[in-house]
């Protein structure tokens, strides 16, 4: 069992920058995949970014490469989303989630997920 609890998020102008850390439950949290997803209002949640156990692996959805960045720190079992270069288009709800296995970026594939924080980019 792994609890999440997303923070960081807020409101910031159109080009700002941000950083969401998701801090997760449990001692075997270097064993899971993690992900970052996002819904935003009307539309389905959708796949930002992955990381895998090791932090070896990371993958992106195509509108934030080059602008986000996962990693993680087994350490102190958090994760994170640098979020730089925001457009008013990346506003919603960040959920963190996690999974056993690889990382995918189908939603229903994940077994744990916080309960998301907002983000609001303004033009």
């Known amino acids: 069992q792994v609890q999440l609890v997303e923070s960081g998020g807020g409101l910031v102008q159109a080009g700002g920058s941000l950083r969401l850390s998701c801090a997760a439950s449990g001692r075997t949290f270097s064993m899971y995949t993690m992900a970052w997803f996002r819904q935003a209002p009307g539309k389905e949640r959708e796949f930002v970014a992955g990381?895998?156990?090791?932090?070896?692996?990371?993958n992106y959805e195509d509108s934030v490469k080059g602008r986000f960045t996962i990693s993680r720190d087994n350490a102190k079992n958090t994760v994170y989303l640098q979020m730089n270069t925001l457009k008013p288009e990346d506003t919603a709800v960040y959920y963190c989630a996690a999974r056993t296995g690889s990382s995918t970026t189908s939603y229903f594939t994940y077994s744990y997920w916080g309960q998301g924080t907002q983000v609001t980019v303004s033009s």
């Open positions: 990381i895998s156990w090791s932090g070896a692996s990371r």
